[in-house]
């Protein structure tokens, strides 16, 4: 198996965007599945989870908020997929 | 004790009346358990995400009550049998919860309108 030519698109930004955890910063905001306001900030248009390189959230709560957001699907608060369009993401 | 919370959602079709009394028979359910129920709200109908039994819209129920873990064995029991309720989740409460007011729904009453007392004369 070929790899395939490597896109030729210069060099790779290493510094990404620094974005600061939101619930890091505020230690307040709880994650909740039942506050669909908050967790709809990390679920795109087609209802699938945002990745954290996206979001900027720190690993401990990616993981408190993927599993809210499968529960809030779980309770018909949010859905499994939505928009059905065809735009990605 | 633990304290669980379970999120169950009623057939759009009960409203009023009988949705008081399937809840209070739910909360019913919960005591002769020797459960403590800290919390039954209606939150009312909303659109579900999803057809859920082929309805899209429901009426959300939230119960948070402390108890052994066999009493969620059994609520879950009667709410599977249950026709008018469609789905159902419990989960372990995470959060606190002010101290249970019990039957005294009153005192809670009581406090609301003292409490917004209190800000009208700040404000």
Known sequence: MSNGTRPAGGPRRRYGRRKVCRFCAEKSLGIDYKDLRTLR??????????????SGNCAEHQRKLTEAIKRARNIALLPFASGLSSERG | MRTYETLFIVHPDVV??????????YRKVLTDQQALVLKADN??????????????????????????????AEFERR???????????????EGSVAAPAAAEKPVQEEAAPVAEEAAADEA
């Open chain 1, 41 to 54: 900030y990390f679920v795109s248009e087609r209802g699938k989870i945002v990745p954290r390189r996206i």
């Open chain 2, 79 to 93: 709410l599977r049998i249950d026709e008018k309720v469609i789905k159902y989740q419990t989960v372990l409460f």
């Open chain 2, 16 to 25: 009023g009346d009988d949705l008081a009394a399937l809840i209070e028979k």
């Open chain 2, 43 to 72: 939150w009312g109908s909303r659109t579900l995400a999803y057809p859920v039994k082929k309805q899209t819209r429901g009426s959300y129920v939230l119960t948070v009550f402390e108890g052994a873990p066999s009493v969620i």
